[in-house]
Structure formats: structure tokens, C-alpha cells
């Protein structure tokens, strides 16, 4: 299964962006899938994950404004960010953990 992320883009602190990562093939059987981001200079980190039944795991420095999300119907994974802050600012890349990664959409967030 490939992944294409998008939704990226240049935002104002405090404003939101929501992202999305569609699937080339169906994501119904496919359990856990995530969010991760890389900062300028930094390691990539996961984001947030969601499993096959919508049980959802953050990063403390997202929670209470990302939500992650799943549309298997659409074959898409969303993430929305809200408050977002200019630590956000990172590429974000959507992933099936061990199997597949997208190639990342620039999110900058500007102060």
C-alpha cells in the first residue's frame, strides 16, 4: 500500500491545518497507522496513531489539539491541528509502521 500525504502548508500560530494520507489499496485490514514529523535538525517523531478500531495514542505535546482520524470507506487517514504553535513546524509524514511511509508535507507555522 502506497501513501500520499498532503494538506500541508503555512499557517499563523493559533490558526489549524488538516492533513490527509490516502491509501492506494484498502485500509480496512490494516491496523495500526500513523502521524509522525520531522523538525529541522531533528529526529522523526511519532505524532499520533490510530488502530483499527479507533483507538487513538498521542504525543504530549500534541494532545487536546491534534486529532487523528480514519475514513477506511475513503482509504485516508486525517490528522487535524488545531492551536498550532511554531514548534509544530516540521515535515509531517503519514506511515503504516514497519510497512510503509508517505513522502511528508511541509506544515510551518509562523509566530
Known amino acids: 500500500v502506497q501513501l500520499q500525504a498532503s494538506g500541508g502548508g503555512l499557517v499563523q500560530a493559533g490558526g489549524s491545518l488538516r492533513l490527509s494520507c490516502a491509501a492506494s489499496?484498502?485500509?480496512?485490514?490494516?491496523?495500526?497507522m500513523g502521524w509522525y514529523r520531522q523538525a529541522p535538525g531533528k529526529q522523526r517523531e511519532p505524532v499520533a496513531i490510530i488502530n483499527a478500531v479507533g483507538i487513538t495514542n498521542y504525543a504530549d505535546s500534541v494532545k487536546g489539539r491534534f486529532t487523528i482520524s480514519r475514513d477506511n470507506a475513503k482509504n485516508t487517514v486525517y490528522l487535524q491541528m488545531d492551536s498550532l504553535k511554531p514548534d509544530d513546524t516540521a515535515v509531517y509524514y503519514c506511515?503504516?509502521?514497519?510497512?510503509?511511509w508517505g513522502q511528508g508535507t511541509l506544515v510551518t507555522v509562523s509566530s
Open positions: 506511515a503504516i509502521p514497519g510497512r510503509s
Open positions: 489499496g484498502s485500509i480496512f485490514s490494516i491496523g495500526v
